[in-house]
C-alpha cells in the first residue's frame, strides 16, 4: 500500500483552475519531488495534502486513509509533518527554547488521545534528541536570529520532525540558501530521512539540487501534471526539456 495517494484532485480560485485532476503515489521510504515554475500549483497540492484548502473534487489516502477532509491541525496526528517556507521560528528565543516549544504544543494538540501533559523539562528532552537529529546539537543556546540560513532551514525541519512523522512535506527547503548550502542542505536531508526512515515530499524550482535528492520527480506545469518518474526519466523526457530549458520538443 503507497505511504501518500492523492486521487484525481482539483482545485479553483475564483475560476482560476489552479489544479487540474491530478494524481500523485508516493510510496514509503521514497524521496519524491515536485517541481515546475512559479505559479505551477505545487503549494497549493501541499495545501490540498494538508487540509489547509478543501478539494473541488479528488481524494487524499494516508496509508490507506481518506484524510480528504482531515482539518490541518488533525493531519499532525495522522503521521504527517509540515514545514512551510516562510515557518520562522520565535528570533529571540533559543534553538532548544523554539524545539521545546512544539514538542509542548504537539503535547497539547495530543492529549485527549495520548493523555500525557509532558511537563518543559519532558519536552526539553525530546526537543535535544529532534535537535540531535537534525545536527544542531552544538548551537542548541543560541538565539535563533544568530543563525545562518542553512541553520535556521534545520531549525524548521526539526520544528516539522518533532512529531515523528512518517511523511514529511517541505516545501522549498533550499529557497534562499547559497549554492554551498543547498549542496550541504541536500546531503543533510538525503542522511537524516533515511537514518529516521521518513518518507519525503518536497518542492523545489531547482531542477539541479532535485535531480541528485530526489528518487521520483513529477512535473507540474499551469495545474497539470507534465511528467512523472524517474531523475533520469525526467531529464530526458522531452516536453519537461522544452518546458524548462527552453528547447523545441
Ligand atoms: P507554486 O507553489 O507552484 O509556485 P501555487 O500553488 O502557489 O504555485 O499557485 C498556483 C496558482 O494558484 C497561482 O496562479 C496562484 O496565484 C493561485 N493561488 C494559489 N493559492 C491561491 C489562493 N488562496 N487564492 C487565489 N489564488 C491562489
Ligand atoms: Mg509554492
Redesign the pocket.
Known amino acids: 500500500m503507497p505511504l501518500l495517494e492523492v486521487h484525481r484532485v482539483s482545485?479553483s480560485?475564483?475560476g482560476?483552475r489552479?489544479?487540474n485532476d491530478v494524481s500523485l503515489t508516493v510510496e514509503e521510504g521514497t524521496l519524491y519531488a515536485l517541481i515546475?515554475?512559479?505559479?505551477?500549483?505545487?503549494?497549493?497540492?501541499?495545501?490540498l495534502i494538508t487540509g489547509r484548502?478543501t478539494l473541488d473534487a479528488g481524494r487524499v489516502l494516508f496509508a490507506g486513509q481518506d484524510i480528504s477532509h482531515t482539518p490541518t491541525h488533525r493531519i499532525i496526528h495522522h503521521g504527517i509533518g509540515v514545514s512551510f517556507q516562510r515557518a520562522i521560528p520565535f528570533s529571540s528565543m533559543t534553538v532548544l527554547e523554539n524545539v521545546t516549544l512544539a514538542v509542548l504544543a504537539l503535547d497539547r494538540k495530543t492529549r485527549d488521545f495520548a493523555r500525557s501533559l509532558l511537563s518543559y523539562g519532558d519536552a526539553a528532552k525530546r526537543a535535544e534528541e529532534i535537535i540531535s537529529w537534525v545536527g544542531l546539537t552544538d548551537l542548541k543556546r543560541q538565539v535563533a536570529a544568530s543563525l545562518s540560513q542553512g541553520d535556521l532551514k534545520r531549525v524548521d525541519i526539526a520544528l516539522a520532525l518533532a512529531s515523528k512523522p512518517r511523511l514529511l512535506l517541505l516545501?522549498?527547503p533550499l529557497a534562499g540558501l547559497s549554492r554551498t548550502e543547498r549542496a550541504q542542505m541536500v546531503g543533510f536531508i538525503r542522511e537524516l530521512l533515511r537514518s529516521l526512515g521518513t518518507t519525503l515530499l518536497f518542492?523545489e524550482?531547482d531542477t539541479e539540487a532535485v535531480l541528485k535528492l530526489a528518487e521520483r520527480i513529477m512535473v507540474?506545469h499551469r495545474?497539470s501534471v507534465l511528467a512523472e518518474g524517474t531523475p533520469d526519466e525526467i531529464r530526458s523526457h522531452p516536453q519537461v526539456q522544452e518546458a524548462f530549458l527552453g528547447r523545441e520538443a
Open positions: 482545485k480560485f475564483e482560476f489552479a489544479l515546475g515554475p512559479n505559479g505551477a500549483g505545487k503549494t497549493t497540492l501541499f495545501n484548502y516545501d522549498e518542492t524550482h507540474l495545474g
